[in-house]
């Protein structure tokens, strides 16, 4: 099973930028996916972001298109999310996902049960 560590949560204001990464040790292939995830205190799971390490097809949710991007260097084997613009209700903790399977939506990733220890983002107004 691949272990996945994030790094680069923190606070910044409203409009601000932050970029997470997850290191992932131990063997990835072509066939899984990879994603973010979020939940904020009270509130359910939200998938973010995913990627499909096979076809390197990317999804996000609705609430971070346009100012989220996902990527995935391969050649470290860590995966990043670059976070633009950010609001007030982006504020959550953030986990990195992975699974082998093709069904690699925002809908799934949250669900995936390799996950880890997760992030801390605040955004202040």
């Known amino acids: 099973q691949v272990q996945l560590v994030e790094s680069g949560g923190g606070s910044v204001q409203a409009g601000g930028s932050l970029r997470l990464s997850c290191a992932a040790s131990?063997?990835?292939?072509?066939?899984?996916?990879m994603g973010w995830f979020r939940q904020a205190p009270g509130k359910e799971r939200e998938g973010v972001a995913t990627?499909?390490?096979?076809?390197?097809?990317?999804y996000y949710a609705d609430s971070v298109k346009g100012r989220f991007t996902i990527s995935r260097d391969s050649a470290k084997n860590t995966l990043y999310l670059q976070m633009n613009s950010l609001k007030p209700e982006d504020t959550a903790m953030y986990y990195c996902?992975?699974?082998?399977?093709?069904?690699?939506?925002?809908?799934?990733?949250?669900?995936?049960?390799?996950r880890g220890q997760g992030t801390q983002v605040i955004v202040s107004s």
């Open positions: 990627i499909y390490t096979g076809s390197g097809v990317k």
């Open positions: 131990g063997y990835t292939s072509g066939r899984d996916c």
């Open positions: 996902a992975a699974a082998r399977t093709t069904y690699c939506t925002t809908a799934s990733v949250s669900h995936f049960d390799n």
